[in-house]
Protein backbone atom coordinates (compact mmCIF):
# COMPACT_ATOMS: atom_id res chain seq x y z
CA UNK A 1 0.00 0.00 0.00
CA UNK A 2 1.31 3.27 -0.84
CA UNK A 3 1.96 6.07 2.14
CA UNK A 4 0.80 9.31 2.26
CA UNK A 5 2.27 11.44 -0.25
CA UNK A 6 2.64 15.12 -0.28
CA UNK A 7 3.17 17.96 -2.39
CA UNK A 8 5.07 20.13 -3.44
CA UNK A 9 7.84 18.94 -1.07
CA UNK A 10 9.59 21.99 -1.16
CA UNK A 11 8.34 26.17 -1.92
CA UNK A 12 9.62 29.45 -1.74
CA UNK A 13 6.99 31.99 -1.13
CA UNK A 14 7.20 35.57 -0.37
CA UNK A 15 4.98 38.15 1.89
CA UNK A 16 1.76 38.27 0.93
CA UNK A 17 1.66 35.84 -1.85
CA UNK A 18 -0.89 32.46 -0.96
CA UNK A 19 0.41 28.83 -1.35
CA UNK A 20 -1.53 25.99 -1.55
CA UNK A 21 -0.53 22.68 -0.79
CA UNK A 22 -1.79 19.14 -1.86
CA UNK A 23 -2.01 15.96 0.30
CA UNK A 24 -2.83 12.20 -0.58
CA UNK A 25 -4.15 9.73 2.08
CA UNK A 26 -3.48 6.14 1.83
CA UNK A 27 -5.89 4.05 0.14
CA UNK A 28 -9.09 3.74 2.45
CA UNK A 29 -8.28 6.22 4.60
CA UNK A 30 -11.19 8.91 5.16
CA UNK A 31 -9.60 11.52 7.51
CA UNK A 32 -6.83 13.58 6.93
CA UNK A 33 -5.11 15.94 8.88
CA UNK A 34 -2.82 18.58 8.98
CA UNK A 35 0.08 19.76 11.09
CA UNK A 36 2.60 22.78 11.35
CA UNK A 37 5.93 21.84 12.49
CA UNK A 38 8.36 24.43 13.86
CA UNK A 39 11.43 24.64 16.06
CA UNK A 40 9.78 26.85 18.55
CA UNK A 41 6.46 25.70 18.68
CA UNK A 42 6.73 21.74 18.04
CA UNK A 43 4.06 20.47 16.37
CA UNK A 44 0.72 22.25 16.25
CA UNK A 45 -2.71 20.84 14.75
CA UNK A 46 -4.37 23.03 12.18
CA UNK A 47 -7.35 20.95 11.21
CA UNK A 48 -9.03 17.26 9.84
CA UNK A 49 -11.37 16.54 7.10
CA UNK A 50 -13.34 13.44 6.94
CA UNK A 51 -16.43 13.09 3.96
CA UNK A 52 -15.49 16.30 2.44
CA UNK A 53 -15.98 18.27 6.17
CA UNK A 54 -13.85 20.16 8.49
CA UNK A 55 -14.95 17.98 11.86
CA UNK A 56 -12.22 19.46 13.55
CA UNK A 57 -9.71 22.78 14.08
CA UNK A 58 -6.65 23.97 15.96
CA UNK A 59 -6.21 27.26 17.08
CA UNK A 60 -4.68 29.08 13.58
CA UNK A 61 -6.30 32.49 12.11
CA UNK A 62 -8.57 32.23 9.04
CA UNK A 63 -5.47 32.68 6.80
CA UNK A 64 -4.98 28.95 7.05
CA UNK A 65 -7.89 26.89 5.68
CA UNK A 66 -8.35 23.53 4.00
CA UNK A 67 -10.68 20.84 1.65
CA UNK A 68 -11.40 17.58 1.00
CA UNK A 69 -12.10 15.97 -2.25
CA UNK A 70 -14.27 13.23 -2.58
CA UNK A 71 -11.42 11.13 -3.41
CA UNK A 72 -10.40 11.95 -0.26
CA UNK A 73 -7.27 14.15 -1.05
CA UNK A 74 -6.94 17.10 0.57
CA UNK A 75 -5.47 20.70 0.26
CA UNK A 76 -4.50 23.15 2.34
CA UNK A 77 -4.06 26.97 1.41
CA UNK A 78 -2.47 29.92 3.45
CA UNK A 79 -3.22 33.41 2.15
CA UNK A 80 -0.98 36.60 2.79
CA UNK A 81 1.82 34.62 3.84
CA UNK A 82 3.70 36.06 6.69
CA UNK A 83 7.28 35.33 7.91
CA UNK A 84 6.11 32.99 10.60
CA UNK A 85 4.20 30.90 8.66
CA UNK A 86 7.49 29.42 7.67
CA UNK A 87 7.81 25.70 8.48
CA UNK A 88 7.15 21.98 7.69
CA UNK A 89 3.53 21.00 7.27
CA UNK A 90 2.47 17.83 7.47
CA UNK A 91 -0.48 15.97 6.68
CA UNK A 92 -1.68 12.51 8.06
CA UNK A 93 -4.27 10.18 6.91
CA UNK A 94 -6.25 7.88 8.96
CA UNK A 95 -9.34 5.13 8.67
CA UNK A 96 -11.71 7.66 10.68
CA UNK A 97 -9.86 10.06 12.80
CA UNK A 98 -10.94 8.72 16.19
CA UNK A 99 -7.94 7.80 19.10
CA UNK A 100 -8.33 4.06 17.72
CA UNK A 101 -7.64 5.14 14.28
CA UNK A 102 -3.48 4.94 14.06
CA UNK A 103 -2.63 8.47 12.17
CA UNK A 104 0.63 7.84 9.83
CA UNK A 105 2.17 10.88 8.28
CA UNK A 106 3.42 11.86 5.02
CA UNK A 107 7.11 13.71 4.23
CA UNK A 108 5.90 17.00 4.36
CA UNK A 109 6.11 20.46 2.26
CA UNK A 110 8.95 22.55 3.58
CA UNK A 111 7.42 26.78 3.07
CA UNK A 112 10.02 29.09 2.95
CA UNK A 113 8.01 32.56 3.52
CA UNK A 114 10.42 35.54 2.26
CA UNK B 1 -5.55 22.98 26.20
CA UNK B 2 -3.51 19.70 26.83
CA UNK B 3 0.00 19.92 26.63
CA UNK B 4 2.38 16.71 26.79
CA UNK B 5 5.19 17.09 28.87
CA UNK B 6 8.66 14.98 27.03
CA UNK B 7 11.56 14.18 28.79
CA UNK B 8 14.91 14.61 28.43
CA UNK B 9 14.94 16.65 25.62
CA UNK B 10 17.94 15.07 24.92
CA UNK B 11 20.34 12.07 24.99
CA UNK B 12 23.84 11.48 23.70
CA UNK B 13 24.28 8.16 24.31
CA UNK B 14 26.96 5.48 23.18
CA UNK B 15 26.22 2.23 21.07
CA UNK B 16 24.98 -0.62 22.88
CA UNK B 17 23.24 1.55 25.45
CA UNK B 18 19.52 1.21 26.91
CA UNK B 19 17.45 4.35 26.36
CA UNK B 20 14.08 5.70 28.29
CA UNK B 21 11.94 8.68 27.67
CA UNK B 22 8.52 9.33 28.66
CA UNK B 23 5.52 11.94 28.19
CA UNK B 24 3.40 13.05 30.91
CA UNK B 25 -0.03 15.13 30.54
CA UNK B 26 -2.29 16.83 33.05
CA UNK B 27 -5.16 15.38 31.00
CA UNK B 28 -6.11 12.15 30.24
CA UNK B 29 -5.55 10.50 26.72
CA UNK B 30 -7.37 7.71 25.08
CA UNK B 31 -4.28 6.83 22.87
CA UNK B 32 -0.58 7.18 23.33
CA UNK B 33 1.55 7.00 20.04
CA UNK B 34 5.08 6.93 19.49
CA UNK B 35 6.85 8.24 16.46
CA UNK B 36 10.66 8.93 15.31
CA UNK B 37 10.85 11.85 12.73
CA UNK B 38 14.09 12.12 11.07
CA UNK B 39 15.67 15.09 9.06
CA UNK B 40 13.53 16.18 6.01
CA UNK B 41 10.93 13.62 6.66
CA UNK B 42 7.91 13.14 8.47
CA UNK B 43 7.03 11.36 12.01
CA UNK B 44 6.96 7.64 11.10
CA UNK B 45 5.06 5.58 13.71
CA UNK B 46 6.83 2.78 16.29
CA UNK B 47 4.40 2.00 18.85
CA UNK B 48 0.72 2.85 18.73
CA UNK B 49 -0.77 1.99 22.88
CA UNK B 50 -4.80 2.23 23.25
CA UNK B 51 -5.33 0.24 26.92
CA UNK B 52 -4.08 1.75 29.67
CA UNK B 53 -1.70 -0.60 31.54
CA UNK B 54 -0.72 -1.87 28.38
CA UNK B 55 2.88 -2.87 27.18
CA UNK B 56 3.84 -3.09 23.69
CA UNK B 57 7.05 -4.06 21.96
CA UNK B 58 8.19 -3.55 18.51
CA UNK B 59 11.72 -5.36 18.01
CA UNK B 60 14.17 -3.43 20.64
CA UNK B 61 11.43 -1.06 21.39
CA UNK B 62 8.98 -1.53 24.38
CA UNK B 63 6.42 1.35 25.25
CA UNK B 64 3.36 1.19 28.22
CA UNK B 65 0.66 3.15 28.48
CA UNK B 66 0.45 4.28 32.07
CA UNK B 67 -2.49 3.11 34.27
CA UNK B 68 -3.87 6.81 35.28
CA UNK B 69 -4.08 7.38 31.27
CA UNK B 70 -1.87 10.40 31.74
CA UNK B 71 1.73 9.09 30.85
CA UNK B 72 3.84 6.99 28.58
CA UNK B 73 7.54 5.92 27.81
CA UNK B 74 9.66 4.49 25.31
CA UNK B 75 12.46 1.96 26.18
CA UNK B 76 15.23 1.37 23.23
CA UNK B 77 17.23 -1.06 24.09
CA UNK B 78 21.11 -1.93 23.04
CA UNK B 79 20.75 1.58 20.87
CA UNK B 80 22.25 1.46 17.02
CA UNK B 81 23.38 4.54 15.40
CA UNK B 82 20.45 4.25 12.99
CA UNK B 83 18.15 4.69 16.07
CA UNK B 84 19.22 8.47 15.78
CA UNK B 85 16.46 10.86 15.42
CA UNK B 86 13.98 12.76 16.98
CA UNK B 87 11.34 11.34 19.34
CA UNK B 88 8.09 12.11 19.55
CA UNK B 89 5.08 11.01 22.01
CA UNK B 90 1.40 11.74 21.02
CA UNK B 91 -2.11 11.48 22.70
CA UNK B 92 -5.46 11.71 21.81
CA UNK B 93 -8.57 11.65 23.39
CA UNK B 94 -11.96 10.75 22.87
CA UNK B 95 -15.24 12.51 21.46
CA UNK B 96 -15.94 15.19 19.00
CA UNK B 97 -13.53 18.06 19.59
CA UNK B 98 -10.71 15.31 19.42
CA UNK B 99 -11.51 14.00 15.92
CA UNK B 100 -8.46 13.88 14.26
CA UNK B 101 -6.41 15.56 16.40
CA UNK B 102 -2.86 14.38 18.26
CA UNK B 103 -0.93 16.81 20.88
CA UNK B 104 2.41 16.22 20.74
CA UNK B 105 5.18 16.27 23.53
CA UNK B 106 8.38 18.57 22.24
CA UNK B 107 10.51 15.37 21.53
CA UNK B 108 13.66 13.83 22.23
CA UNK B 109 16.80 14.06 20.04
CA UNK B 110 18.75 11.16 20.42
CA UNK B 111 22.29 10.86 19.40
CA UNK B 112 23.88 7.84 19.83
CA UNK B 113 27.97 7.74 19.33
CA UNK B 114 29.20 4.47 17.57
Known amino acids: KAGVTQTPRYLIKTRGQQVTLSCSPI?????VSWYQQTPGQGLQFLFEYFSETQRNKGNFPGRFSGRQFSNSRSEMNVSTLELGDSALYLC?????????????FGPGTRLTVL | GQQLNQSPQSMFIQEGEDVSMNCTSSSIFNTWLWYKQEPGEGPVLLIALYKAGELTSNGRLTAQFGITRKDSFLNISASIPSDVGIYFC??????????????FGQGTILTVHP
Open chain 2, 90 to 103: AGQIAGGTSYGKLT
Open chain 1, 27 to 31: SGHRS
Open chain 1, 92 to 104: ASSLGGGPADTQY
